[in-house]
């Protein structure tokens, strides 16, 4: 029997292998014009929106966590800041390097192999940290956050995304309705035990409160939240809307949200999240310090 260390490596042996083997995919997804593409193109432009929105002074130290191919990376490279990306996954930091050559930003992105549970860096380094699509594939985030909050400067900023488990996407869809998931575990497990299927990389949706708990518990204070993404609406994985009818429910249904309509407000896919740094964090590092 696995203890609870081992799950947690047993699982990030699976994800590392998942995402190694889907970099085409994940390269892909910031190019093509599907309504799940569409999105996720979506989503990265909220993140950048965000930061430009703080108004950073340009070579601010800036780190990304779970860079996948590079994309916001080399963005926030373009806007003058001076990135750190990290990653579990080696074929993912070459991607990432390969763009920041492409786009001549080699000098502001340094790439490193990373874990978000311990990562390489020493308190109060950076300035921001952004995690975009990388604490869905958590199976517990406070210890990550807290990560995040240690490598942090006072005052500083985090933005993060999650799949949101409530959203009207997953709800639609039988294979991820939360309401039948406990009986659809039961049976994946019984048929791995029967050697029918082979383990998934696991991948955990989250709620809105319980989010802003956590934040909370890691000594953050959420600026601004936000759900994002109306679609794919598909049934037993097959898409439901041609493409154009899709992105057009979607940004219609979007727009609602973002005016503040109930449900819908809350309906996204996607949660994006804009905190600081707690005050907290910054009197036990005095606290630290004084001792020392």
């Known amino acids: 029997m696995l203890n609870s260390d081992g799950v947690h490596s047993f699982h990030q042996e ?13 390269t892909d997804i910031y190019r093509l014009q599907g309504v799940k593409e569409f999105i ?3 989503r990265l432009r909220i993140l ?5 929105r703080l108004s950073l002074p340009p070579e601010t130290p800036t780190l990304e966590v779970g860079c996948g191919a590079g994309f916001a990376a080399i963005a926030l ?3 003058g800041l001076r990135v750190d990306a990290i990653d579990p996954v080696q074929e993912m930091l070459d991607a990432t390097r390969v763009r920041a050559e492409t786009y001549k930003v080699e000098e502001r992105v340094r790439t490193k192999i990373g874990d978000v549970y311990s ?12 995690a975009m699509g990388v604490l869905p594939w958590l199976s517990e985030i406070e210890s990550p956050l807290r990560e ?12 993060v995304t999650l799949d949101n488990r409530w959203s009207l996407r997953w709800l639609i869809e039988p294979l991820t309705n939360p309401l039948i998931t406990p009986g659809k575990e039961l049976l994946k497990q019984a048929l791995r035990r029967l050697g029918y ?8 949706p989250t709620t809105k409160p319980h989010v802003d708990a956590v934040l909370a518990n890691a000594d953050f204070e959420k600026l601004s939240g936000m759900t994002s993404g109306f679609g794919p609406f598909t049934c037993l994985s097959r898409e439901l809307l041609p493409r154009r009818l899709g992105i057009k429910l979607h940004s219609k249904l979007q727009r609602l949200a973002d005016r503040g309509i109930p449900i ?4 996204g896919c996607h949660y994006i999240v804009l905190a600081r740094k707690g005050r907290r964090s910054a009197q036990c590092h005095e606290v630290r310090q004084i001792q020392l």
Not at 119 to 130: A, E, H, K, S, W
Not at 148 to 159: A, C, E, H, T
């Open 14 to 26: 699976l994800t590392n292998t998942y995402f190694a083997k889907q970099v085409s995919y994940w």
């Open 148 to 159: 995040m909050n240690r490598v942090l400067v006072k005052g500083g900023y985090l933005i």
């Open 48 to 52: 950048l929106d965000l930061v430009s």
């Open 264 to 267: 819908l407000r809350s309906a």
């Open 119 to 130: 990562l390489p860096f020493g308190d109060d380094t950076f300035n921001v940290v952004i």
């Open 77 to 79: 490279a373009e806007r």
């Open 40 to 42: 996720h193109q979506e």
């Open 197 to 204: 299927k082979q383990q998934d990389a696991p991948w955990y």
